[in-house]
Every structure is written in structure tokens, then in C-alpha cells.
């Protein structure tokens, strides 16, 4: 093989190997500077109004319930209401044995009215006679109680308020209350004015009225206090993050596509869903490798 042919032989060669290289070096530049991005699934979520409240439940409790207790040693002569009837304000509900004679006196003005009614023992208001009273015949000793009453006409149900949602609370609010799934009018009667040490809570009281004695005395109840509208976005509990300080929230992606972490309120919690407030009002929430990724990181998806 003669010098020209080798030279039209190896020239192409030489330029396929130099095309070769070029390429492989500008494409390694370009994979070099290109960023290498983390690709999450992102959901546009967009908030809802509704109305935020305090839920608890509770247990009815009659508005007053007392024990009549005799302040001298006697004995029951008879009783004169059958327990569970009602009784008004003033009512004569066991004699006692020194009752006409006292009443005798005390009508010729020759005894007080508070001595009186240390024998007469009459009703202080108008309620329902419990059992387990003394029957006629009984002794009777100082301090020792004779009949006991409960007023049904008012109900009173306890509940306790955490320490974060307290300053939204007074006796103004709005209360939605379900007895036995029956719902009834109510309202905020008593807000304590200091916590309890160690649960940070703060008992609230509700009363319902109830002048038709048709609820008793613990019984099951829901109660509902109204806070007010607030905007929160409907999202999956698997979506939830820990921020630096502990505190929860989420994970969205910015205008940069950059992760943002934003603390949120639980507003209701379900098996299914949650509601929260904390975000505006359009969000893209990331919903799949938020574990995955940190707060400033830009990511793709």
C-alpha cells in the first residue's frame, strides 16, 4: 500500500474519532451543569370556608341537688311525699316528731321562725324528692340527712378549653348542643378565669334549659362552641411533616419550585381527612416524597 492510499484511508478515521470526542466532551459538560432534581407529586389544593369550634363531650349535670340535714336528735313521724314527685319551694316534705308542737309556738310567737325550721325542714325549692330519705319511725341525729332534692329545671355541662384557644372564647360564643343526639338550646355560663396546673385547661360551663324535666341527670351530651369562619384546606394525614422545632405542618412548593415547610391547625380530624388552617388560600401541597426532600430545596415534578 502506497503513502496516498494510507492518507485517504486514515483521514476519515481521524475525523470519526475527533467528531467522537467532541460530542462526549459537550455532552459531559452539559450533564455537568445541568442540576440534578429530586421529583416529587404535587396536589393544588384549594381552601374551603367553614365554621371552626371546640368539640367535646360530656355528661349532663342537674343545675342544683342538695341534702336536707336535721340540726337536732329526733324522730321521722311520717313522710309526706312519695320519692321521684315533685316538690315546690317551701313544701312540707318529712314531719318530724316535734313538728305541731313547734308550729304551735312558732304561731303565738313564742319561737322563731329559725328555730322553726330547724323541726319543719321545708323544701328550698322547687325540685324532684330523691330516695334513699329517712322513713317514719327513724332517729334521726344532728347533722344527719333527712331527704335529699335535685332541681332538673336547668342543666349544666363542664367541659375544659386548652391554653391555645382560651382568648377565642366568652360567654358571646354561639353553643350547638346534642343530648342523646337530640339537639337543645344552650348557653356559655362560666369561664374560669385561671387554669389547672397541670393540664393547662380552662373548665367552662354550659347551661341548657330544660323547664320541661325532660332530660336527666347524667346523660351523654355533644357539645359544639362556635369560633367563627375560618379558611382550611381538606388534606390526608400522610402528608403531615415535623418542622425544626417539633411543630406540624406540611410541606408546598413555592413560585421557584423550591420547598417550603408551613406550620398548620388541626381544625377537625377524621379517619379519612383533616382540616387545617395555617396555608393561603391555593397551595400545591406535596403529596408524595416530602420525607425526601428539605425546606429551600428546589425539586421537579
Do not use: C
Not at 61 to 73: D, F, G, L, Q, W
Not at 107 to 135: C, M, T, V, Y
Not at 190 to 203: C, G, L, M, R, V
Amino acid at each position: 500500500m502506497n503513502y496516498k492510499s494510507l492518507k485517504i484511508i486514515l483521514t476519515p478515521l481521524i475525523f470519526f474519532f475527533l467528531g467522537i470526542n467532541l460530542y462526549a466532551s459537550e455532552w459531559g459538560k452539559a450533564e455537568k451543569n445541568e442540576p440534578k432534581l429530586f421529583n416529587v407529586e404535587v396536589l393544588e389544593s384549594t381552601a374551603q370556608i367553614i365554621n371552626d369550634s371546640i368539640d367535646f363531650s360530656s355528661t349532663t349535670e342537674a343545675h342544683r341537688r342538695i341534702e336536707i340535714k336535721s340540726e337536732v336528735m329526733t324522730t321521722i313521724e311520717k313522710v309526706l311525699v312519695k320519692a321521684g314527685k315533685s316538690v315546690k319551694k317551701g313544701q312540707h316534705i318529712i314531719k318530724l316528731e316535734e313538728f305541731d308542737s313547734n308550729q304551735d309556738l312558732y304561731e303565738l310567737d313564742l319561737l322563731s321562725e329559725n328555730e322553726f325550721k330547724k323541726i319543719a325542714l321545708f323544701a328550698p325549692f322547687d325540685g324532684i324528692l330523691l330516695d334513699g330519705h329517712k322513713i317514719g319511725g327513724e332517729l334521726v341525729m344532728p347533722g344527719e340527712k333527712v331527704y335529699e332534692i335535685i332541681d332538673l329545671s336547668q342543666l349544666k355541662i363542664f367541659g375544659y378549653i386548652n391554653e391555645n384557644e382560651i382568648l377565642s372564647i366568652s360567654e358571646d360564643n354561639d353553643v350547638d348542643i346534642s343530648i342523646l343526639g337530640e339537639n337543645v338550646n344552650g348557653k356559655i355560663d362560666y369561664i374560669s378565669p385561671f387554669s389547672d396546673p397541670d393540664t393547662k385547661t380552662f373548665e367552662i360551663v354550659v347551661n341548657v334549659d330544660n323547664k320541661d324535666l325532660k332530660f336527666k341527670d347524667g346523660l351523654s351530651s355533644m357539645i359544639s362552641i362556635k369560633k367563627g369562619e375560618v379558611m382550611a384546606h381538606k388534606i390526608s394525614p400522610s402528608i403531615l411533616s415535623l418542622g425544626n422545632d417539633g411543630e406540624l405542618g406540611v410541606k408546598v412548593i413555592d413560585e421557584g419550585n423550591k420547598v417550603l415547610f408551613k406550620k398548620v391547625n388541626i381544625v377537625e380530624d377524621t379517619s379519612d381527612f383533616m382540616l387545617v388552617t395555617g396555608l393561603d388560600m391555593i397551595e400545591k401541597l406535596i403529596i408524595v416524597g416530602q420525607q425526601y426532600v428539605s425546606n429551600g430545596e428546589e425539586v421537579g415534578f
